[in-house]
């Protein structure tokens, strides 16, 4: 029995876990990843000529990255070889090599060889592969949830074509658990399961991409649900959300990321820092992530409360917020909650102010109602003597020749000069804004006199 005959063994056999039985053996059947696999791609051409190229495949946890290289095992007539880089050191790298040299030697054939989790090698066992993949006495596929730019070894890196694979997205997950669903050989078929629609929705949400997560809640939501109604020749039984819940111990959330409650919630949130109440502000956000939203959503709208909201009454709440939304962006869940969480704290207890929001809104405004009004000459710039015989910066008073570097004078056009956009608040660092900003508007208005 050869590696291929073994896996479709493997696959049949009811005692393995739904995830595995499921694993595409095609490209067709690997959901979401049709940007780097499907029709045109290189990876099909490679496969549909047998010419593989060494790869690093990344990716985040079930998006497809070990069932991929399978595939490409199976369209290859190359020996294939994996091993884990958690379980295999540099013996079981030597031996592979070894393994290698026999299959060219005496069976003519390519080594592909598929290393799982690479980043876990360190610099040493990387290097012991870089002459071997060079010379082309193996094809290396790598797999990694880790950027390759900071795990894998510059001189590797630049041997392998890295490819990305995305989280899926919810049509893809939701394809792959219909797909387990019907499938009489390998998947769910033969217990005739029926997924009624919030059940179908709820595994797709809180699997977050992930399609193993995904298949492993479906089969035990399955077990549940046989247990609840016991198998009946020619009948169909439902599984429903309490059946998802009762498996999963974790209560279904009321919210859809694109419906009125996703709404509802982002305002409640909002509201809540505005309000300066951190505790609601707190237990809005956890709503959200824990019922699946885009995390990175919820990191954009502190961003925009931070200008919006706090402004410079805190000038440092958009820095704390954009440091909060890099931290995620780097650590992902669920240790880059807390980061929002810290931010989401800090903005709700800062001290507000919206005059930058409504300054913003004013001069807009008076944007579209006046047009392009000229520049007053004595701040234009004059780079020729053209320009300087034209009065072009003529008059111009440099700040830093004034006593505390202010220089009263026009910036504003002729048509507006008086205008007021910017009123700040009494509140935070913005009260001492407001001191400076009274002082020159004073002094402006007494010579002006």
Same mark, same amino acid.
């Given at each position: 029995?050869?590696?291929?005959?073994?896996?479709?063994?493997?696959?049949?056999?009811?005692?393995?876990?739904?995830?595995?039985?499921?694993?595409?053996?095609?490209?067709?059947?690997?959901?979401?990843?049709?940007?780097?696999?499907?029709?045109?791609?290189?990876?099909?051409?490679?496969?549909?000529?047998?010419?593989?190229?060494?790869?690093?495949?990344?990716?985040?946890?079930?998006?497809?990255?070990?069932?991929?290289?399978? *595939?490409? !095992?199976?369209?290859?007539?190359?020996? =294939?070889?994996?091993? #884990? %880089?958690? @379980?295999?050191?540099?013996?079981? /790298?030597?031996?592979?090599?070894?393994?290698?040299?026999?299959?060219?030697?005496?069976?003519?054939?390519?080594?592909?060889?598929?290393?799982?989790?690479?980043?876990?090698?360190?610099k040493v066992q990387q290097d012991a592969?870089?002459?071997?993949?060079?010379?082309?006495?193996?094809?290396? *596929?790598? !797999?990694?949830?880790?950027?390759?730019? =900071?795990?894998?070894? #510059? %001189?590797? @890196?630049?041997?392998?074509?890295? /490819?990305?694979?995305?989280?899926?997205?919810?049509?893809?997950?939701?394809?792959?658990?219909?797909?387990?669903?019907?499938?009489?050989?390998?998947?769910?078929?033969?217990?005739?399961?029926?997924?009624?629609?919030?059940?179908?929705?709820?595994?797709?949400?809180?699997?977050?991409?992930?399609?193993?997560?995904?298949?492993?809640?479906?089969?035990?939501?399955?077990?549940? %649900?046989?247990?609840?109604?016991?198998?009946?020749?020619?009948?169909?039984?439902?599984?429903?959300?309490?059946?998802?819940?009762?498996?999963?111990?974790?209560?279904?959330?009321?919210?859809?990321?694109?419906?009125?409650?996703?709404?509802?919630?982002?305002?409640?949130?909002?509201?809540?820092?505005?309000?300066?109440?951190?505790?609601?502000?707190?237990?809005?956000?956890?709503?959200?992530?824990?019922?699946?939203?885009? %995390?990175?959503?919820?990191?954009?709208?502190?961003?925009?409360?931070?200008?919006?909201?706090?402004?410079?009454?805190?000038?440092?709440?958009?820095?704390?917020?954009?440091?909060?939304?890099?931290?995620?962006?780097?650590?992902?869940?669920?240790?880059?909650?807390?980061?929002?969480?810290?931010?989401?704290?800090?903005?709700?207890?800062?001290?507000?102010?919206?005059?930058?929001?409504?300054?913003?809104?004013?001069?807009?405004?008076?944007?579209?109602?006046?047009?392009?009004?000229?520049?007053?000459?004595?701040?234009?710039?004059?780079?020729?003597?053209?320009?300087?015989?034209?009065?072009?910066?003529?008059?111009?008073?440099?700040?830093?020749?004034?006593?505390?570097?202010?220089?009263?004078?026009?910036?504003?056009?002729?048509?507006?000069?008086?205008?007021?956009?910017?009123?700040?608040?009494?509140?935070?660092?913005?009260?001492?804004?407001?001191?400076?900003?009274k002082k020159w508007r004073t002094s402006?208005?007494?010579?002006?006199?």
């Amino acid at each position: 029995m050869d590696l291929f005959d073994h896996q479709a063994a493997e696959s049949t056999d009811p005692q393995r876990p739904l995830a595995e039985r499921m694993r595409p053996h095609r490209l067709e059947d690997l959901f979401g990843q049709e940007a780097e696999t499907g029709p045109g791609s290189l990876i099909r051409h490679a496969i549909q000529n047998d010419r593989m190229f060494s790869m690093i495949l990344w990716g985040p946890p079930g998006c497809g990255k070990t069932t991929l290289a399978r *595939i490409i !095992a199976r369209g290859t007539r190359s020996h =294939f070889i994996h091993f #884990s %880089a958690v @379980l295999a050191g540099v013996k079981q /790298i030597r031996e592979v090599i070894e393994e290698a040299k026999k299959q060219r030697r005496f069976q003519r054939k390519q080594t592909l060889l598929f290393v799982d989790e690479i980043h876990r090698f360190n610099k040493v066992q990387q290097d012991a592969f870089l002459h071997h993949v060079e010379s082309g006495l193996i094809t290396l *596929i790598g !797999a990694t949830t880790e950027n390759p730019s =900071f795990e894998v070894i #510059s %001189a590797l @890196l630049s041997r392998c074509r890295v /490819i990305t694979l995305d989280l899926l997205d919810e049509d893809a997950v939701g394809r792959v658990i219909d797909r387990a669903v019907e499938d009489q050989r390998t998947g769910l078929g033969e217990l005739n399961l029926g997924l009624t629609v919030d059940a179908r929705q709820y595994l797709i949400q809180i699997a977050a991409g992930d399609a193993r997560s995904a298949l492993n809640n479906l089969e035990m939501a399955a077990t549940m %649900a046989l247990a609840d109604s016991p198998p009946k020749t020619g009948s169909c039984r439902m599984l429903t959300l309490e059946h998802v819940e009762s498996a999963l111990q974790k209560k279904a959330l009321l919210y859809d990321k694109g419906g009125d409650e996703h709404f509802n919630i982002i305002s409640a949130f909002h509201k809540s820092l505005r309000g300066s109440d951190p505790d609601a502000a707190l237990y809005w956000l956890a709503r959200m992530l824990e019922a699946g939203e885009d %995390a990175m959503y919820v990191a954009r709208r502190m961003v925009r409360f931070a200008s919006e909201d706090v402004g410079n009454a805190d000038p440092f709440a958009l820095r704390l917020a954009l440091g909060a939304m890099e931290t995620f962006r780097f650590l992902g869940h669920p240790e880059g909650d807390l980061a929002l969480a810290q931010a989401a704290v800090y903005l709700a207890t800062a001290p507000k102010s919206n005059s930058i929001y409504e300054a913003w809104n004013k001069v807009k405004q008076t944007v579209r109602e006046k047009g392009a009004l000229p520049v007053p000459l004595h701040i234009r710039n004059a780079p020729t003597g053209l320009m300087k015989d034209l009065g072009y910066g003529k008059g111009y008073r440099y700040a830093h020749d004034f006593k505390d570097g202010y220089a009263v004078q026009d910036y504003l056009p002729d048509a507006i000069a008086d205008s007021l956009f910017y009123f700040p608040t009494d509140r935070g660092y913005e009260k001492m804004i407001a001191g400076r900003l009274k002082k020159w508007r004073t002094s402006k208005e007494k010579t002006k006199k």
